[in-house]
């Protein structure tokens, strides 16, 4: 398989499991009030985002050289790797002051069942989605794709850490929600 075609093949599923990933989490946070899934949502959204400016930096390095580019667009990939880095530091902002806001005024999770699927569902998306991603960074040695699958990688235990808070909160720890999204945030 070519190396372009490797490319859209990475970022198109990138930007498909992040909007699913949104969609979910989205529906799992109004479902159950959970500051962690809040803050995994927020993750995602990040990454969204950030998949969604990979697709474009990719498809962009990808168009042959012109008169006012003599060795191409290859510097598109290195930039939207900036900006990733760009978008995860301002979404764990977010997190902490949202987190340790509900640190002081924690309230009961409702439906914890429903928010522990909709996490171990999105951990096999994005381990999914890191296959497809790294195959691809063996053929293609892709600076976007790698940035988008080092913090796709992360997500794995941002999900995990997310499931222990909703179980911890279930069996009457009530601020392991906040904790762990402050966790969470300081990780990302």
């Given at each position: 398989?070519?190396?372009?075609?490797?490319?859209?093949i990475a970022t198109y599923a990138s930007v498909a499991t992040a909007v699913a990933l949104v969609g979910m989490k989205l529906a799992a946070w109004l479902w159950t009030g959970?500051?962690?899934?809040l803050a995994s949502l927020v993750d995602s959204l990040m990454d969204s985002a950030a998949s969604a400016l990979n697709l474009l930096a990719?498809?962009?390095?990808?168009?042959?050289?012109d008169e006012e580019h003599r060795f191409g667009h290859g510097k598109a990939e290195p930039l939207a790797g900036l900006a990733q880095a760009a978008f995860i530091a301002g979404s764990a902002v977010f997190l902490i002051l949202h987190a340790v806001e509900r640190l002081r005024f924690p309230r009961v999770l409702q439906d914890v069942n429903i928010?522990?699927?909709?996490?171990?569902?999105?951990?096999?998306l994005t381990?999914?989605?890191?296959?497809?991603?790294?195959?691809?960074?063996?053929?293609?040695?892709?600076?976007?794709?790698r940035a988008d699958a080092l913090h796709y990688g992360t997500d794995l235990l941002t999900n995990l850490t997310v499931i222990i808070a909703l179980l911890l909160s279930k069996?009457?720890?009530a601020r392991a929600d906040s904790a762990m999204a402050i966790l969470v945030a300081a990780y990302i």
């Open positions: 398989m070519d190396k372009g075609r490797q490319l859209r959970s500051v962690s899934i990719v498809r962009y390095s990808l168009t042959p050289a928010g522990v699927a909709v996490m171990v569902v999105s951990i096999v381990a999914l989605l890191l296959l497809i991603q790294r195959r691809a960074i063996r053929q293609t040695q892709s600076t976007a794709i069996y009457g720890w």
